[in-house]
């Protein structure tokens, strides 16, 4: 009874270190300039992998005019056209729609990327990293506050903050009500990335891990579990899938509508 | 697992520098070659488009010019062949007319040729009867020379047939 406990939790024991390994960003050295510690990571690793694919690969793609290529061309071109003209452009008008395209392709390929190098076999998923979606949230906040800047000059955008219709007297409760929400909203951006990429890794993990917690009552029990676990992996997988697709959909899209609140006020 | 929601900003940092890079180069080599493309192609196929445009509407003013052109035919058609049945009704009239003149002409000359070849065969006959009747008398005569009764005898013959035959007599008198 007591070994059985112990099993149990070692078991446990073990699931958070390999949940901690599989999960949290491994950092293999610091690069030292000055003040700041620039971590050498295997998220770093992840994120110039993604960078040379896009790099080199979209443009091949892109340019070459071979048979060969042309149904990656194709997909990439329906992406593209989906993210110009049923996301970007209805929020941004189609002046500044075309004008801050190449923002929101990129992101969507980037994080899009990021998000699948996750599913490889010793892969890490960058995108379920605070750090990470911190900063493409920062740079979507930055984005938002430039576009409505540009279209509407300093002080129309700060007068805007505040909806339309509201009585003056209200104005010093609302603005930083606004300002607050603004600073929510790439927040908001921020952890449902972050959460959702790290959640379906965490079920994986999990579902896997089932495999050795029942396996440490007793062989039979881990050999019993294991088809369904495997099965239960395979549909998280396919599910993780749609997840990397869905959630830098869902990033891209926010970031319109909120860049096209902050450029057409009402 | 406290980790995991401690960011390491310096991480951070290396995101930013790989998506503005990525923000700078895609934007040079991906995005703007394929919006040319999506662009030239969108411009080819409004272009092909428009001369399919331009093409169902020559084709529709051709059929209709073709329509109207047909329809003109199909009437002057119409009308050439009332002209041509009527020139053949009254070609038939005329014919008929020629043929039944032609007819009443033949036939009245027919008829005087009957009348002619009866005539003739009249006088032949009478000239026969004529020669019988003088063989017949002749014999007589040879007979009964000097008989008065024989005499009298064809006297009442010939008064008989003249009686019964005044054309004879006409006939006769006219030779």
């Given at each position: 009874m007591h070994?059985?406990?112990?099993?149990?939790?070692?078991?446990?024991?073990?699931?958070?270190?390999?949940?901690?390994?599989?999960?949290?960003?491994?950092?293999?050295?610091?690069?030292?300039?000055?003040?700041?510690?620039?971590?050498v990571s295997k998220h770093l690793l992840m994120m110039v992998i993604a960078f040379i694919l896009l790099v080199v690969v979209l443009p091949f793609i892109i340019r070459s005019r071979s048979a060969v290529t042309a149904p990656l061309r194709s997909m990439i071109e329906v992406i593209f056209l989906f993210i110009r003209d049923e996301v970007v452009r209805p929020n941004l008008g189609r002046e500044l729609g075309d004008k801050y395209i190449g923002y929101f392709a990129t992101l969507f390929f980037f994080i899009l990327t990021l998000n699948l190098l996750g599913l490889f076999p010793f892969g890490a998923t960058a995108t379920g990293n605070l750090a990470v979606t911190g900063a493409l949230a920062a740079m979507s906040l930055v984005l938002i506050v430039y576009a409505g800047i540009r279209k509407q000059g300093i002080t129309g955008y700060i007068k805007h903050l505040v909806p339309g219709g509201v009585p003056v007297w209200l104005y010093p409760i609302l603005f930083p009500i606004e300002l607050i929400g603004l600073v929510t909203k790439a927040f908001a951006l921020c952890v449902r990335l972050f959460a959702n990429m790290l959640g379906g890794h965490i079920v994986i993990l999990s579902f896997i891990c089932f495999i050795f917690i029942f396996g440490s009552f007793g062989a039979i029990y881990g050999f019993g579990v294991a088809p369904v676990s495997v099965l239960l992996v395979l549909f998280m997988m396919a599910l993780e899938l749609f997840v990397a697709f869905l959630q830098a959909y869902i990033f891209v899209f926010l970031t319109a509508i909120f860049t096209g609140m902050a450029v057409n006020p009402h | 697992m406290e980790a995991l929601i401690r960011p390491d900003f310096g991480l951070s940092f290396w995101t930013i520098v790989c998506f503005v890079l990525l923000l700078v180069i895609l934007r040079k080599t991906a995005w703007t070659p394929l919006i040319n493309a999506i662009n030239e192609r969108e411009e080819g196929l409004r272009i092909?488009?428009?001369s399919t445009d331009q093409a169902r509407i020559e084709a529709e003013r051709v059929r209709d010019e073709l329509n109207s052109r047909l329809a003109g035919l199909k009437s002057e058609i119409k009308e050439q062949l009332e002209d041509a049945r009527k020139t053949a009704a009254r070609e038939k009239e005329a014919m008929l007319a020629d043929a039944r003149k032609s007819a009443a002409g033949i036939i009245a000359s027919a008829k005087k040729e009957i009348e002619a070849e009866r005539a003739e065969a009249l006088r032949d006959m009478k000239k026969r009867v004529a020669e019988?009747?003088?063989?017949?008398a002749g014999q007589v005569l040879r007979k009964n020379m000097n008989s008065k009764a024989n005499e009298e005898l064809a006297g009442q013959f010939l008064a008989e047939i003249e009686k019964d035959r005044p054309d004879l007599k006409a006939e006769a008198g006219n030779n």
């Amino acid at each position: 009874m007591h070994e059985e406990t112990c099993g149990v939790n070692s078991g446990i024991m073990e699931l958070k270190e390999i949940l901690e390994h599989h999960i949290i960003d491994k950092v293999w050295a610091y690069l030292e300039l000055g003040p700041v510690h620039l971590p050498v990571s295997k998220h770093l690793l992840m994120m110039v992998i993604a960078f040379i694919l896009l790099v080199v690969v979209l443009p091949f793609i892109i340019r070459s005019r071979s048979a060969v290529t042309a149904p990656l061309r194709s997909m990439i071109e329906v992406i593209f056209l989906f993210i110009r003209d049923e996301v970007v452009r209805p929020n941004l008008g189609r002046e500044l729609g075309d004008k801050y395209i190449g923002y929101f392709a990129t992101l969507f390929f980037f994080i899009l990327t990021l998000n699948l190098l996750g599913l490889f076999p010793f892969g890490a998923t960058a995108t379920g990293n605070l750090a990470v979606t911190g900063a493409l949230a920062a740079m979507s906040l930055v984005l938002i506050v430039y576009a409505g800047i540009r279209k509407q000059g300093i002080t129309g955008y700060i007068k805007h903050l505040v909806p339309g219709g509201v009585p003056v007297w209200l104005y010093p409760i609302l603005f930083p009500i606004e300002l607050i929400g603004l600073v929510t909203k790439a927040f908001a951006l921020c952890v449902r990335l972050f959460a959702n990429m790290l959640g379906g890794h965490i079920v994986i993990l999990s579902f896997i891990c089932f495999i050795f917690i029942f396996g440490s009552f007793g062989a039979i029990y881990g050999f019993g579990v294991a088809p369904v676990s495997v099965l239960l992996v395979l549909f998280m997988m396919a599910l993780e899938l749609f997840v990397a697709f869905l959630q830098a959909y869902i990033f891209v899209f926010l970031t319109a509508i909120f860049t096209g609140m902050a450029v057409n006020p009402h | 697992m406290e980790a995991l929601i401690r960011p390491d900003f310096g991480l951070s940092f290396w995101t930013i520098v790989c998506f503005v890079l990525l923000l700078v180069i895609l934007r040079k080599t991906a995005w703007t070659p394929l919006i040319n493309a999506i662009n030239e192609r969108e411009e080819g196929l409004r272009i092909a488009r428009e001369s399919t445009d331009q093409a169902r509407i020559e084709a529709e003013r051709v059929r209709d010019e073709l329509n109207s052109r047909l329809a003109g035919l199909k009437s002057e058609i119409k009308e050439q062949l009332e002209d041509a049945r009527k020139t053949a009704a009254r070609e038939k009239e005329a014919m008929l007319a020629d043929a039944r003149k032609s007819a009443a002409g033949i036939i009245a000359s027919a008829k005087k040729e009957i009348e002619a070849e009866r005539a003739e065969a009249l006088r032949d006959m009478k000239k026969r009867v004529a020669e019988i009747s003088l063989m017949a008398a002749g014999q007589v005569l040879r007979k009964n020379m000097n008989s008065k009764a024989n005499e009298e005898l064809a006297g009442q013959f010939l008064a008989e047939i003249e009686k019964d035959r005044p054309d004879l007599k006409a006939e006769a008198g006219n030779n």
